[in-house]
């Protein structure tokens, strides 16, 4: 049978992703000591309160009918938490569950856009920014990240033509995979950047929880008149642990949030009720764990960022989010090629730039996955490989 696939399916080949996981398997079934920085997953545990929450429940044979939606006292936790942490009001019809930020990122742009409506991504950005638009017809702007700017967009320099035709516009701080944060006068010329243009804002706050140095996680939506213009996707992913959980909320302008809710409900049943009593117990529990959890990624991002520049590499401390941004050494042109040759010649892995936009080419992204003490000896594995030019200023 000649069976004949979409033609949207052209743009998805086998990613990068997958191709480096081989090439670890295939390192480690040789017996080589691998150290996997490449994908964000947690390795350190839920708070006992957040797991004994979702046990119980799931030992009620009716927690497991259709949710067909959240509960009550959800929306009553999302609440409290947005007031008393970023300052931020929100009503109980602002507020909607998802599971998980990239499936809400990746359907959001169906209930806003049309085939051909422009959606304004960063570039460099976290691929499902671009791809969920692209799923459902819309034209991709990529608007530029560049380090002279502290990766933070010109809005001054997109085309007012341009500016006019978009729908949506993706925004995402700390952004993974640059490792930045926004100040809050950005979020101001945000702001009024979409009331100018009429774009609906998607900002991704998923890593306003993990920030070093003492900087202070932010919502969006604490601008007067965010909330006019978007909306922001917040998860519990990162900050509380609960990553295969995938319950994360998409707050703010009522609007969108009643016709994505609209959308989702021919297409999702609702998060699974004892999921939903962990994030209550997550959200209203005692929150020293996230602290705790803060200082622990601190501790692995200097033991990777400053031992790499001990050893000679150039490479930036992270101001948040679980990963570090790093320029690839000199002598090297591809950060694919650059990938391959770390991992074979030192068990390092990590990710290439060029997964993340034509503009992330040059560099790599370190996951902050394993412990400080794993993170040194990567470090001297990296030291002790040669891969390194003697005197190496990238």
């Known amino acids: 049978m000649d ?5 949207r399916m052209d743009a ?13 398997k295939e390192l480690e079934a040789a017996g080589r000591q691998v150290y996997n920085l ?31 939606g959240d509960l009550p006292e959800l929306h009553t936790a999302v609440q409290h938490w947005y007031q008393r942490r970023y300052g931020v009001t929100l009503a109980a019809d602002e507020i909607m569950s998802v599971n998980g930020s990239q499936e809400g990122l990746a359907h959001i742009a169906w209930a806003l856009c049309d085939p051909g409506d422009v959606v304004l991504c960063p570039n460099p950005g976290y691929p499902i920014f671009a791809v969920g638009p692209e799923l459902c017809g819309a034209e991709i702007a990529y608007y530029d990240l560049l380090p002279e700017r502290h990766y933070l967009p010109d809005l001054d320099a997109i085309d007012p033509a341009l500016a006019r035709r978009a729908k949506m516009m993706v925004v995402s701080y700390p952004l993974n995979p640059v490792c930045v944060t926004a100040p809050q006068s950005f979020y101001e010329e945000l702001v009024a950047f979409a009331k100018r ?20 996680g932010r919502s969006f939506l604490s601008v007067p008149g965010a909330k006019d213009v978007g909306v922001e996707l917040n998860s519990l992913s990162k900050t509380y642990c609960l990553t295969g959980c995938r319950v994360s909320f998409v707050v703010g302008n009522r609007d969108v949030v009643k016709k994505f809710s609209t959308l989702r409900s021919q297409i999702d049943y609702g998060v699974f009720y004892p999921i939903q009593y962990a994030a209550i117990a997550a959200l209203e529990g005692p ?4 602290a705790r959890r803060r200082a622990g990624y601190q501790a692995r991002r200097d ?36 990938c391959f ?5 030192t068990g390092v892995l990590c990710t290439p730039g060029s997964a993340f936009g034509s503009l992330g080419e040059g560099y790599v992204r370190f996951a902050l996955v394993l412990p400080p003490e794993r993170m040194q000896a990567a470090v ?6 040669g891969i390194l030019p003697l005197s190496n200023h990238s």
């Open 38 to 68: 490449s994908v964000g997953t947690p390795d350190v545990p839920p708070d006992d309160h957040v797991m004994a929450a979702l046990v119980g429940k799931a030992c009620h044979p009716g927690e497991y009918r259709y949710s067909l």
């Open 380 to 385: 001297a594995a990296i030291r002790d490989s």
């Open 303 to 338: 033991a990777l960022c400053g031992g790499l520049r001990e050893i000679g590499w150039n490479v930036p401390d992270s101001e948040g989010t679980m990963f570090a941004w790093a320029p690839i050494p000199k002598g090297f042109d591809s950060s694919v090629d650059f």
């Open 197 to 216: 243009y009429n774009i609906v804002i998607v900002h991704d706050n998923a890593y306003s929880d993990i920030l070093f140095d003492g900087r202070e």
């Open 341 to 345: 040759r770390l991992l074979e010649q």
């Open 12 to 24: 998805f080949q086998p990613g990068i992703f997958n191709v480096l996981d081989e090439k670890r």
């Open 3 to 7: 069976i004949r696939f979409a033609q």
């Open 287 to 290: 929150q020293d764990g996230v």
